[in-house]
């Protein structure tokens, strides 16, 4: 009778708790939730120390369950910039078809290009096909409803860091070389006639000391012959001179 006792017992016990857990698995089905992963990539030359992004989710009207935590139909999560954050489960109590955004704040990097996309989402809460509790069904789009999303991603890109050059001009004067006028003939006076010619290196003379160009070349070897000339002349007169001292 002791040993009967207590299998019913047992039994009763085993009952509960699975009429508990079937209770438990209609609730949820009642009441379906969603989860929002968003994105953020990082493109360009991008800061060696992320920033944190604010995503903001906007409930179209009142009767647009949120977050818990959410204030004035918005909720802001921060995400940093280069991963994946999630937003708080979103439940649906009941029948209806219930409409949000999802936006990004743009940040305060001075090279930031901030994605500017405005997510739509529409989540449709209809009866289960079996006919036990709700089900839902999110759809994500941009501007037409037909061009549906998989993900909520925003890229944004980091200008590249400016190198000195663009840094703008520089004060520090450039070594150019100067240019020399051409100097003409004519404005040279007769003393410096041949300060600017050139010269012949077998000669070791200086390059100024040759003629330029339509400057005349003959009263050169008459100058030399005329040299010369004296030369001998007065080496002459003065081995006579040594003779008559004799």
């Not at 009767?63 to 937003?87: H, L, N, Q, R, W």
């Amino acid at each position: 009778m002791k040993k009967l006792f207590r299998c019913g017992i047992a039994a009763l016990l085993v009952t509960m708790l699975s009429i508990q857990m079937f209770c438990m698995s209609v609730v949820a089905a009642e009441h379906p939730s969603i989860k929002l992963p968003v994105t953020i990539e990082q493109k360009g030359s991008y800061p060696s120390t992320a920033e944190d992004l604010n995503i903001v989710l906007n409930a179209a009207d009142a009767a647009c369950p949120m977050p818990e935590g959410s204030v004035d139909g918005a909720y802001t999560i921060s995400v940093k910039s280069g991963t994946t954050a999630e937003f708080p489960e979103i439940t649906f109590p009941k029948l209806g078809i219930y409409n949000y955004t999802i936006q990004q704040e743009a940040g305060d990097h001075a090279r930031g290009e901030y994605d500017g996309t405005v997510y739509q989402m529409r989540v449709y809460v209809t009866n289960a096909e079996n006919g036990n509790g709700f089900e839902s069904t999110t759809l994500l789009y941009i501007d037409d409803i037909n061009s549906k999303y998989a993900e909520i991603k925003f890229e944004n890109n980091y200008t590249a860091i400016p190198s000195r050059d663009d840094d703008g001009p520089s004060n520090k004067p450039k070594n150019t070389p100067k240019e020399t006028p051409p100097m003409d003939v004519d404005d040279v006076g007769d003393e410096d006639l041949f300060g600017v010619l050139g010269a012949f290196d077998e000669l070791e003379i200086p390059l100024g000391l040759l003629p330029a160009t339509g400057t005349l070349w003959w009263a050169v070897p008459i100058l030399v012959i005329g040299g010369i000339a004296m030369m001998v002349l007065g080496r002459r007169r003065s081995r006579e001179s040594d003779k008559y001292e004799e």
